[in-house]
C-alpha cells in the first residue's frame, strides 16, 4: 500500500509542496512520526518517514493532502492500480491499515504487489527513497527535527539488493 501511496505522490509531481497534518493523520496509531495537527512538513520529506519507517500518520497527511481526503486518494490509488493491470487490489487506506469499507477489504494479492513494485522500480525517485539508510528533515517552522532510518534489514543481506518495503498488519501479519 504504501509503495502506491510514495509512487502517486513521486508522480504527482509536487513534492516541493507544504503538507499540513490534520488532526485524523495525527491520530493514526503506531508506528507514526507523531505530528500534530498544524504543522507543516515538505511533501518530499514525508516520503522517507513513509518508506524507512512506514509511518501511518505521514501516509494519511500525504494522502489528504494529494486526495483531498483518505477516501479520494484511495480513489486514485485504486484508478493507478487498476491503470496497471491490477485485478485483485482494493485500497481503502493510504497505509495499509486493516479496513472494510462498502462490503470490500483493504487487500492485494502477491502478482497485483509484484506488478506495482514492479513498475515503482522504474522510477529513480522512487529508488532513492527507498534505498537511503537515513534521513534527517524538520517540521517546517523548525521546532521539530526528525531522523528517520531504513528498518529494511534484506538491504545488507545481498549485494545489490533494494528491498522495497516490508509491513505487518494483523489481517496480514508480516510482508515483504
Do not use: W
Amino acid at each position: 500500500t504504501k509503495i502506491m501511496t510514495c509512487m502517486l505522490a513521486i508522480e504527482s509531481g509536487r513534492l516541493e509542496e507544504t503538507v499540513e497534518v490534520s488532526k485524523n493523520a495525527q491520530r493514526m496509531p503506531k508506528v507514526h512520526l507523531g505530528m500534530r495537527a498544524g504543522e507543516t512538513y515538505k511533501l518530499k520529506d514525508l516520503l522517507y518517514s513513509l518508506m524507512l519507517e512506514s509511518h501511518n500518520d505521514t501516509a494519511v497527511a500525504i494522502a489528504e493532502h494529494l486526495g483531498g481526503s483518505v477516501e479520494g486518494f484511495a480513489d486514485m490509488m485504486n484508478a493507478k492500480a487498476a491503470e496497471l493491470g491490477c485485478k485483485d487490489t482494493y485500497f481503502i487506506t493510504p497505509n495499509g491499515l486493516d479496513a472494510k469499507r462498502d462490503g470490500k477489504t483493504h487487500s492485494t494479492t502477491a502478482r497485483d504487489l509484484a506488478v506495482i513494485a514492479a513498475y515503482a522500480i522504474k522510477n529513480p525517485a522512487f529508488l532513492e527513497v527507498i534505498g537511503t539508510r537515513s534521513y534527517s528533515f524538520s517540521e517546517l517552522s523548525g521546532k521539530r527535527n526528525f531522523q528517520v532510518s531504513n528498518k529494511n534489514r534484506f538491504l545488507d543481506m545481498m549485494e545489490g539488493a533494494i528491498g522495497i518495503k516490508t509491513g505487518f498488519t494483523c489481517d496480514a501479519g508480516y510482508c515483504f
